[in-house]
């Protein structure tokens, strides 16, 4: 337990609850500043009564009920999720639409960043070589030519900062034309053109699965290489059942021969000066605990208003994770018809749930609960304040790219899975160049395609994971530093990240987590 003076943070006046700060929690006997006296040991994280609470009352944190009391509750006691029933979900007809926008926010100028300029308009943060591919058959025969590549024709490019092997588990046994493939084709398809890929496009396929080169990506749907080139340029496709092929090697040497093409052309791009306004970043939270909707979630939503107000486009998601706090997020749509497609995804989604038996409550981990979460409803509470207070001005489909929407700055809703592995895919395949994710408990999670950055929402976590935490947004809670101080540190870490001036720590340790696609479709 802790030797520090007993701490709780209230998130609101009208709050009957409130968190126990203190490294270790507290023990049962403790007398708070208020004069309360503790009737259970608290852990940190976790909630206390700060009054009274009949059966039946409502539990109130951010002024939002998170539950019922299944019992009477007495001040001082430990309120864990055993003793709390989950509200309803908000239903999704009467919302209010558009009504509360966000007052606009001045405009943040003269911020600059080192960038990849592409010919599309998008900028990279890194210049990065990424073979795709259709089908899993081919995974093992990319991952020697890739290690080769590595080892072989790096060293001799040294402008390109890695290699990319976009690999995933979809491209055959999967039923190709049923309405849902969309979402899995389209990831793919977009995946493979990020911005810190270059508008470099390369292909490996086996040659009898379902998803053909031409289907992941039929003509028009190639970037362009250059402001000068034919926009139909010729994909770039080695398919491993060729007659040319005479076993492995022959394979191999052929993924190296097409990989040096696009080597030379990476190889001779320069990072230039770029605006702010050119970032397109990332937010999202795993491994969440109840100090995520203090500290690192609501940092990132400062960080989100610098960045929006330098005209950057951000982007947050998580379903399950907003869906209880839709009517926050409906209001503050910059459109009725922003508002209609945030509805829209979030009616999607509970008939997905639906069909496989589950709802919201599903989300929430036994890690969550650990850290103090009781449930989804305060989960999300504490998750969508990463969205910041800038009115959300466009809705994204799973696997939907950013550019073929139109939107090219500002605060936008991406739909998708709470999953980190999937949320951060799907939010790859939008067009980020750079991720931000908070945790609480604790999560190596790291994306080989873009930087993420780490940020801690306690200071002990902090501590202990130095070399893997990023910024510690802990020091909130220590009252060492303000939402702003860290919001300001953030937004100076990522410029100089997003220039090449400093690495990650999942970029130093090579920490890269598998992409996984959001496949609602059947497999055959």
């Known amino acids: 337990m802790s030797t520090n003076p007993p701490l709780c943070i209230r998130m609101h006046p009208n709050d009957n609850v409130a968190i126990v700060a203190n490294d270790g929690g507290l023990p049962a006997g403790t007398r708070m500043p208020d004069g309360l006296t503790l009737r259970d040991a608290v852990p940190q994280g976790h909630k206390l ?3 009274d609470i009949a059966a039946g009352d409502a539990v109130r944190r951010y002024d939002v009920v998170i539950g019922h009391a299944a019992r009477a509750i007495a001040a001082g006691s430990w309120v864990h999720e055993r003793l709390l029933a989950m509200p309803a979900a908000r239903a ?7 009504t509360q926008p966000a007052p606009a926010l001045p405009p943040l100028e003269g911020y600059t960043f080192e960038g990849y300029r592409n010919a599309d308009g998008s900028v990279g943060t890194r210049n990065l070589l990424a073979i795709t591919t259709t089908v899993q058959c081919v995974a ?7 290690k080769r590549i590595r080892d072989e024709l790096l060293p001799l490019y040294p402008q390109v900062d890695g290699i990319v092997a976009l690999e995933h588990t979809y491209g055959c046994g999967v039923a190709i034309d049923a309405p849902d493939a969309i979402i899995p084709i389209r990831t793919l398809r977009n995946l493979a053109q990020n911005p810190n890929f270059g508008n470099e496009v390369m292909v490996v396929s086996l040659g009898c699965e379902k998803l053909q080169p031409e289907r992941l990506l039929p003509p028009g749907s190639l970037p362009i290489l250059n402001a000068q080139a034919d926009a139909a340029q010729t994909l770039d496709v080695v398919c491993l059942q060729d007659a040319a092929h005479t076993g492995f090697e022959s394979m191999i040497d052929h993924i190296l021969a097409n990989a040096r093409v696009h080597l030379e052309r990476l190889n001779a791009r320069r990072r230039e000066t770029c605006p702010a306004s050119a970032l397109v970043v990332g937010v999202q939270c795993g491994g969440s605990d109840a100090f995520s909707g203090v500290t690192a979630n609501p940092a990132v939503g400062f960080c989100s208003d610098l960045l929006v107000r330098a005209g950057a486009t951000v982007m947050f ?9 839709i009517d926050q997020l409906t209001a503050r749509a910059a459109t009725p018809e922003v508002a209609d497609a945030m509805v829209r995804e979030m009616a999607w ?41 800038a009115p959300i001005s466009g809705v994204l489909s799973p696997g939907e790219k950013l550019r073929d929407r139109g939107i090219t700055q500002g605060l936008v809703y991406a739909a998708t899975p709470a999953s980190d592995f999937i949320c951060g895919t799907l939010q790859l395949a939008a067009g980020i160049n750079l991720h931000v994710f908070t945790t609480g408990r604790g999560t190596p999670y790291g994306l080989a395609e873009v930087p993420v950055v780490k940020v801690a929402t306690r200071s002990d976590l902090a501590r202990r994971w130095h070399d893997l935490m990023d910024i510690n947004a802990g020091r909130i809670a220590d009252g060492a530093a303000s939402i702003e101080d860290v919001g300001w540190e953030m937004f100076r870490y990522l410029l100089d990240v997003a220039s090449g001036r400093r690495r990650t720590w999942a970029e130093h340790w090579k920490l890269h987590n598998a992409l996984v696609l959001f496949n609602p479709a059947p497999i055959t």
């Open 349 to 389: 989604y509970d008939a997905y749930l639906a069909r496989g038996s589950v709802d919201r409550s599903a989300n929430t981990t036994p890690g969550n609960k650990q850290g103090g979460l009781s449930n989804i409803v305060e989960k999300a509470m504490g998750s969508i304040i990463k969205s910041g207070t």
């Open 140 to 146: 093992g025969v990319l991952d020697v030519a890739v």
């Open 317 to 325: 998601s998580e379903v399950t994770e907003v869906r209880d706090a």
């Open 92 to 98: 999704l007809d009467g919302l209010p639409r558009a």
């Open 49 to 51: 009564a700060l009054q």
